[in-house]
């Protein structure tokens, strides 16, 4: 018994492993983001250089299927709601592969966005090109930019708390917390985290 255990759980760390590609080259803290230019859901391409009057930007890979994604989706508007004033608005993007997974398809995320009245981009990576280029395996998975000069520079990367199940029980907000820090002077005390999440679904 223990070892068929053993086994079926050897085999769901390798299908997760199997749904998980970090790039190589992905961006590290400190590193400076690349402009891109990418389909919002109300049909405008809405880039980083959009954004030149802001001090930052909370770039958040999610999705509309998965049940993390959505478990933090109130979450998400908060933040944005919360930060977009002071200089930190909310940039959502979709990277699944939506044939394999239609609930993600442009078109589903019209209408999600409808639905839950998103009031931030919520961009279409089709060809996953920009989740690639930031390393993003999970949904949601954040990367918190700061602009210095004329760059955005990646500060923070990972979860957006410490509790996807349960917002009443979350403990530590480490978007929030990062915000603040930055906010007032100080260095990011927690710049990395690991992003808990549904794997982003890769075209094969």
Not at 2 to 24: R, V
Not at 34 to 46: E, I, Q, W
Not at 70 to 99: C, M, Q, W
Request: hydrophobic share 40%; with cysteine; charged share 25%.
């Amino acid at each position: 018994m223990k070892t068929i255990t053993c086994l079926l759980a050897t085999l769901f760390t390798l299908a997760l492993l199997s749904f998980t590609k970090p790039e190589p080259n992905a961006y590290q803290i400190n590193d400076a983001a690349r402009d891109f230019s990418l389909k919002n859901v109300d049909g405008k391409y809405v880039a980083l250089k959009d954004y030149s009057k802001a001090k930052g930007i909370i770039l958040i890979f999610t999705c509309n299927h998965c049940p993390f994604s959505k478990a933090y989706e109130d979450r998400i508007i908060t933040l944005h709601n919360k930060y977009e004033a002071k200089g930190f608005p909310v940039v959502a993007i979709n990277s699944n592969d939506a044939i394999a997974y239609p609930e993600d398809s442009y078109e589903n995320m019209q209408e999600r966005a409808k639905d839950k009245k998103f009031p931030f981009a919520y961009l279409h990576d089709e060809s996953q090109e920009i989740a690639k280029m930031y390393g993003a395996t999970k949904t949601p998975h954040v990367y918190l930019l700061l602009k210095v000069k004329d760059k955005f520079i990646v500060r923070y990367i990972g979860a957006i708390d410490d509790n996807s199940n349960e917002p009443e029980l979350v403990k530590q907000k480490y978007v929030e917390q990062a915000i603040t820090e930055i906010l007032s002077g100080q260095e990011i005390s927690l710049p990395f985290t690991k992003a808990i999440g549904c794997s982003i679904k890769w075209k094969k």
